[in-house]
């Protein structure tokens, strides 16, 4: 019998049974009976007084109101809070002050969603380990109605203790150093959400770089091991104009603690030398997530695909402060920041997500990635593999902190961030 005739079948068996079934009903008192104790009974647990949250959930409630930026202990206090920086890995502690204001409303939470919102946010952070950032931004959201949201911004920054340890897949552990990044950046961008599922970017910005002799007392500077006339522009740092400009289709069905649907991106950055005539390039990047729900969606499948391709101009190079790198809480776990780095670069990685509690998720990981000066060099067969385990902290909408156990052909390394991996 096809499926057409076995429907019909259903509908007409549904209309002779009805009446019968409501006929019975409207005969039998017991059955009757039954029906009211039931009404009853809804109407009683409407009126019961709602479950009152624990300590715990009601922190994490919180959270979820303040849109999961930071943990709960970041709370915003008229308008300051406290920041962690945005430092990379190796900075060791920071310690900052954050102050956001809404420029058109007494109340700063006020009607967010309002067109022409102005907001401005200011950032001062300091580690324990000497990195510093100062920066300040002015944020226009939903001009003049429109989904379009404008940033203008400023930021100067040192990290004094950058890892290097040479090009390629094959640099080595034990040629650990570093070297001393300063900049002072400026720029605008925009981002159109042109509707439910795309959205486009673009900006500039002008950039200032200076390389110094590092400042870490347990490895060499860089210029110590390598010779500064091989790693492209340790010796001179001009200044830069960099164009960018992206397109990305989002379905995640909660960017803050995403469990199904995905993010595809691409974008395009342009990078000019201002000075020397000798370091212009540009870079397109890939990223690329899915996540996979199984069916009762207190499991998921997160897989994460990245590469960076960089192209230099006809006879100048790409700096080396410029080049994608794995390695670190958010590429090949298992591997110190700034392991590997070249011109170009791929990552894959899965994992494995399960609800071991209401606000707490297992995880299990593997990472593989790989760089290589030239494009068509990067390959399968010399991807260098990380796994491990961990465990996600969440509220009911929003990631809180992750703790990740990594391990790789280099030893063992823990992680604990407050932003997801991907």
Request: zero cysteines.
């Amino acid at each position: 019998m096809s499926v057409t005739r076995l429907w019909i079948a259903f509908l007409l068996l549904s209309a002779v049974v009805a009446p019968i079934a409501a006929q019975d009903q409207s005969q039998n008192p017991s059955d009757s009976r039954a029906a009211l104790l039931v009404a009853e009974r809804d109407k009683k647990a409407t009126e019961t007084t709602p479950p009152q949250r624990g300590r715990v959930e009601r922190a994490l409630y919180r959270y979820d109101q303040e849109n999961g930026a930071l943990p709960f202990i970041f709370q915003t206090w008229h308008g300051l809070q406290l920041a962690s920086g945005g430092f990379p890995a190796g900075a060791g502690t920071g310690f900052g002050t954050r102050y956001t204001h809404d420029l058109g409303s007494v109340r700063p939470a006020a009607d967010p969603d309002r067109a022409n919102r102005v907001e401005l946010d200011a950032l001062a952070a300091y580690s324990t380990r000497s990195y510093w950032r100062a920066a300040v931004a002015v944020n226009f959201y939903h001009v003049a109605g429109a989904p379009v949201d404008v940033s203008l911004r400023a930021q100067r920054y040192e990290y004094p203790q950058e890892d290097f340890f040479g090009f390629g897949q094959d640099s080595l552990e034990e040629n650990r150093t570093n070297y001393l990044l300063r900049s002072t950046e400026a720029g605008a961008a925009a981002r159109w959400k042109i509707a439910d599922l795309l959205e486009v970017a673009g900006g500039f910005s002008y950039l200032n770089p200076t390389i110094g002799t590092g400042t870490d007392s347990r490895f060499p500077s860089t210029e110590e091991v390598f010779n500064p006339a091989t790693i492209p522009g340790y010796q001179q740092q001009p200044d830069f104009l960099r164009g960018d400009a992206s397109v990305a289709l989002d379905w995640l069905d909660n960017p803050l603690h995403p469990h199904g649907g995905g993010r595809y991106g691409v974008q395009f950055s342009d990078y000019r030398d201002q000075d020397l005539d000798a370091f212009s390039f540009h870079r397109v990047a890939i990223d690329l997530q899915q996540y996979v729900p199984i069916p009762d969606r207190y499991r998921t499948i997160a897989l994460h695909a990245r590469a960076n391709f960089t192209d230099a101009r006809s006879g100048q190079e790409v700096p080396f402060y410029f080049q994608p790198t794995l390695g670190g809480a958010q590429a090949l776990r298992g591997f110190r920041e700034f392991r590997f780095q070249d011109r170009n670069s791929l990552l894959l990685t899965g994992e494995y997500r399960w609800e071991a509690w209401w606000a707490l998720d297992g995880a299990v990981f593997v990472d593989a990635g790989t760089v290589a000066a030239e494009r068509r060099d990067l390959s399968l067969r010399n991807l260098d593999v990380s796994y491990g385990v961990g465990v996600r902290v969440h509220s009911n909408s929003a990631f809180v902190a992750r703790l990740d156990l990594a391990f790789s052909r280099e030893g063992f390394i823990p992680l604990l961030r407050f932003e997801h991996v991907f």
